[in-house]
């Protein structure tokens, strides 16, 4: 499968950004779905997960109550809404195919990667 991040941008502290991730060449539905940032400087990290139905989501400790991750099987498109952003949220941002159909937040579950989608957050 092919994916394809979006959304990206500039916005101020306490701004929000909504991130789309589009598949291609693969059944979406039957994927869990996953968003993953580095930052400058630092190591690849764990950002949400969504299962295949959209019915189960996990989240880093650090975005909770301010992220939310949905998708929409029909459009074969996941989202990441990000709200309440912080300068430390500054990274590239993107999405995963895993090949299973739960959330995970394991990168040896995932099978393809989107390009990434850079998100600058200004204190």
């Known amino acids: 499968v092919q994916l394809q991040a979006s959304g990206g941008g500039l916005v101020q502290a306490g701004g929000s950004l909504k991130l789309s991730c589009v598949a291609s060449?693969?059944?979406?539905?039957?994927?869990?779905m996953t968003w993953f940032r580095r930052a400058p400087g630092k190591e690849r990290e764990f950002v949400a997960a969504?299962?295949?139905?959209?019915?189960?989501?996990y989240y880093r400790n650090a975005v909770k109550g301010r992220f939310t991750i949905s998708r929409d099987n029909a459009k074969s498109t996941v989202y990441l809404q990000m709200n309440s952003l912080k300068s430390e949220d500054t990274a590239v941002y993107y999405c995963?195919?895993?090949?299973?159909?739960?959330?995970?937040?394991?990168?040896?579950?995932?099978?393809?990667w989107g390009q990434g989608t850079l998100v600058t957050v200004s204190s």
């Open positions: 969504i299962n295949w139905s959209g019915d189960s989501t």
């Open positions: 060449g693969g059944t979406f539905s039957t994927y869990g």
């Open positions: 995963a195919a895993s090949r299973r159909r739960s959330t995970t937040s394991q990168t040896t579950d995932l099978g393809s």
